[in-house]
């Protein structure tokens, strides 16, 4: 605020505290200030006006109905004057009376009315040097008196209009004719003038002198007025926006008698909350609005506060709901704790979010708890799957194992009795029957040589049975490895072997593969697998055929195993779950499910992919691709 | 089956081993002439052609399985004995055929040495009891006829 700092600058020394009244700030500085003053101008020129008006108004009627006569028979002469004069004054006030609201600037306003005040004064001087004997004092001076008490002047500009005043009187004493009829001489004027000018001059200046100090007085009134206009201004706003905000908040907001506990402040939110219109909680105590369950905790909770060191806080209490036995699940905000006296806080009800925060915990316990269960179950339908894969292996290699043992069981027991025989024939050799003898031993020596070769040849067939069992599961080696699919899918096929024996033709169209980073017995399962598959969906009589390749190159290298039936097909509708788990079209009891989703999921574990493709009655192919890594 | 001519056996199976074990335990034991097959149809055409006194058969071969042969033998030879030698997986399959076809035995795999022998040679007898009760039928049959042409003979006398 400009003006305000150039007042709290004034200095203090004599001189410049003269220079400050003679030329005080400029007026257009302050926008408020400059048209607080326009005002104050503008109903000074009104004020003039009206009493421009009425006293000429006035005089007109004393002198117009010729009431003047008797207090004043030597104006009868200028009585025509007067009442000219008169007219013209009144007619001035008028003018200014209309013009007055059009005014846009102090400044402009002073100088019409400044420029009356001379005409009026040179007028009332013509008037007196009329008047017999001629005078020059008085009313010349009152207009003068009357502009600068009621409209403010700036003091250089009521210096001037002294001035001017003065001037202009002098001038008119000197030249202005007098009232009709009458003759002034020159002399009389000099006269006249010499008594009255100095009069005045010293008047008018006087005057000038006490409109300085009314300007000076005036402007600090103006100054501290627009100010506490100004403050009063924001106040209000402030005020109506603590207003709103208390209002219209969905928060509750509150203070507290820190001593007594009792309710200071309530908003009309807090009806929302509690169920009671703020009327009715000022003036009682908090502990009212605790839940039952709540106000031991809470006496305790506040007599440490209040105790203890003050901290802005914010903490979930259970208030009372007005007409319901439910607590209200508040949050509440204390702030501005340097106040002893007053707690002043907010209160949030967030009943709902706590019960949907125990919901969304309880949610998720049950989530996992049931999580877990189907992870269990999971765990044990892969581990039945593994079993009946098992089972079915196992019938496989018992069915295999049994040929080559019923020979060696066979070849055992006629070894044993061979030799029995043999044992017979060691008695003495009747040289009468010497070659019946011979050839009877001939003969058991054949059996028992031959009983022998097949024995070692049914061994040798359970050891290489043994061995496949031992490559399918890779018992030994867990780990990832070097390994030739080509062995995997043999000892596969030779394990199955009971399954495609009398129906089931296999056909091989074997590329040339390289070994692989993998690991075997998982894949081992994934060609059990497709393989059984095969020859379930195949009704009779019919075909599997085994296509092995290798595509692409370099990273892009991917071995290609294909396992084709000529069984019953997929239906369209179902070839897009075939991989899902728990999928099966073979029946209630048969199988579980999981043997393609497992396949699947080993193969993805090998970075691969795995396909299919079918035509009803025509058959399926399953195609799995597997990089081809290297060590 | 003439008492001079040794009981003729056939043994059909795709194993070879098998087929051998029988053979030579039969040889020693036995008086039998084996005859062996690997192809069910090879045995079918023999059987057809020469006079045989026992079939027996494995259940799961290649070329065609061994009820589906044995019915076929059944077709062509209906007095012969059969039986079938199963593994322990087909067992059920087969008891339910043997109603079916008709089967005199089944041996289990693996085989007892001495049971073999011993349902071979029950079956043999029953083949010889057999045909010497059709003999002594078709005996019977003929002196019945005569009897009736006697009794003819006798009757146009006195008619």
């Known amino acids: 605020m400009s003006i305000r700092a150039t007042a709290a600058e004034r200095p203090e020394s004599g001189a410049h505290r003269v220079f400050a009244l003679l030329i005080p700030p400029p007026e257009d500085e302050d926008p408020i200030l400059f048209d607080e003053i326009r005002r104050r101008v503008q109903s000074g020129i009104w004020m003039v006006a009206i009493i421009s008006m009425v006293l000429p108004t006035g005089s007109l009627l004393f002198f117009g109905t010729g009431l003047f006569e008797e207090p004043y028979p030597l104006l009868r002469p200028v009585r025509r004057l007067i009442v000219e004069s008169n007219l013209t004054i009144l007619a001035m006030g008028i003018l200014f009376a209309a013009l007055s609201r059009g005014v846009r600037a102090p400044n402009q306003g002073r100088f019409f009315v400044a420029a009356f005040a001379v005409v009026a004064a040179v007028i009332s001087a013509r008037i007196q040097l009329s008047v017999s004997p001629p005078q020059l004092m008085g009313e010349s001076n009152f207009f003068l008196l009357l502009v600068i008490a009621l409209v403010p002047y700036r003091p250089l500009q009521a210096l001037a209009l002294a001035l001017a005043s003065t001037a202009a009187v002098t001038v008119a004493a000197l030249f202005m004719p007098v009232a009709e009829g009458l003759e002034l001489s020159m002399e009389v004027r000099e006269r006249v003038l010499g008594q009255a000018v100095p009069v005045l001059f010293v008047f008018n200046i006087t005057s000038s002198i006490v409109a300085l100090f009314l300007y000076d007085s005036r402007r600090s009134t103006w100054l501290a007025q627009v100010e506490r206009d100004r403050l009063a201004k924001e106040l209000a706003a402030s005020e109506e926006k603590f207003r709103s905000l208390f209002e219209q908040s969905t928060d509750g907001i509150f203070a507290l008698d820190t001593k007594s506990g009792i309710v200071l402040i309530a908003n009309p939110a807090l009806k929302e909350i509690l169920g009671v219109e703020p009327e009715e909680l000022v003036g009682r105590s908090f502990l009212e609005r605790l839940h039952p369950t709540e106000v031991d905790a809470a006496m305790e909770a506040a007599r440490s506060y209040i105790r203890g060191p003050r901290t802005a806080a914010r903490f979930h209490a259970k208030l009372r709901r007005e007409a319901s036995t439910q607590p209200v699940i508040c949050e509440i905000a204390i702030h501005r704790p340097d106040d002893p006296d007053v707690v002043s806080g907010t209160i949030r009800d967030v009943t709902q979010q706590v019960r949907l925060e125990e919901e969304i915990r309880e949610r998720a316990a049950q989530l996992e708890r049931a999580n877990g269960l189907i992870q269990s179950a999971q765990t044990k339908l892969v581990q039945s799957e593994k079993m009946a894969s098992l089972g079915s292996l196992v019938a496989g290699v018992a069915h295999e194992i049994n040929t080559p043992l019923g020979a060696i069981q066979s070849n055992a027991d006629l070894s044993r009795r061979a030799l029995a025989q043999l044992e017979a024939a060691r008695e003495p050799i009747d040289p009468a029957q010497g070659d019946a003898g011979r050839e009877k031993l001939k003969r058991l020596s054949t059996v028992l040589q031959e009983a022998n070769t097949i024995t070692l040849e049914a061994t040798q067939r359970i050891v290489r049975i043994v061995r496949e069992l031992r490559d399918f599961a890779r018992l030994d080696q867990a780990e990832e490895q070097m390994a030739d699919l080509h062995r995997g899918l043999e000892s596969t096929l030779s394990l199955l072997g009971y399954i495609f024996k009398n129906r089931i033709r296999i056909e091989k169209k074997y590329g040339e593969l390289p070994e692989i980073l993998c690991h075997p017995h998982q894949l081992n399962q994934v060609f059990m697998n497709l393989l059984q598959n095969a020859a379930q969906a195949i009704d009779g009589e019919g075909t599997i055929t085994l296509e092995t390749r290798v595509e692409g190159r370099g990273p892009a290298r991917e071995i290609v195993i294909a396992i084709r039936d000529t069984g019953q097909g997929i239906k369209p509708e179902h070839l897009e779950r075939v991989f899902d788990p728990g999928f099966t079209t073979k029946g209630v009891g048969v199988g579980t499910g999981l043997g393609l989703s497992i396949s699947y999921q080993i193969v993805q574990d090998h970075k691969g992919t795995i396909t299919v493709e079918s035509e009803l009655g025509r058959g399926t192919t399953f195609t799995v691709r597997i990089p081809a890594r290297a060590a | ?159």
């Open chain 2, 1 to 159: 089956m003439s008492a001079a001519r040794n009981p003729t056996v056939v043994l059909v199976d795709d194993e070879d081993i098998v087929l051998s074990s029988i053979r030579a335990l039969l040889a020693l034991e036995t008086p039998y002439d084996i005859v062996t097959f690997t192809s069910p149809k090879k045995a079918l055409e023999y059987i057809a052609s020469t006079p045989v006194d026992l079939v027996v058969s494995d259940y799961l071969m290649p070329e065609m399985d061994g009820i589906t042969f044995l019915g076929k033998v059944r077709e062509l030879k209906p007095d012969i004995p059969r039986i079938i030698l199963t593994g322990y997986a087909d067992k059920e399959n087969a008891i339910k055929a043997i109603n079916e076809v008709g089967l005199y035995q089944y041996i289990e795999k693996p085989w007892e040495n001495d049971e073999l022998i011993l349902i071979l040679r029950n079956g043999l007898e029953r083949r010889q009891l057999m045909e010497r009760l059709e003999e002594k039928i078709r005996d019977v049959n003929k002196a019945h006829a005569e009897l009736m042409k006697i009794q003819r003979e006798i009757l146009k006398v006195f008619a």
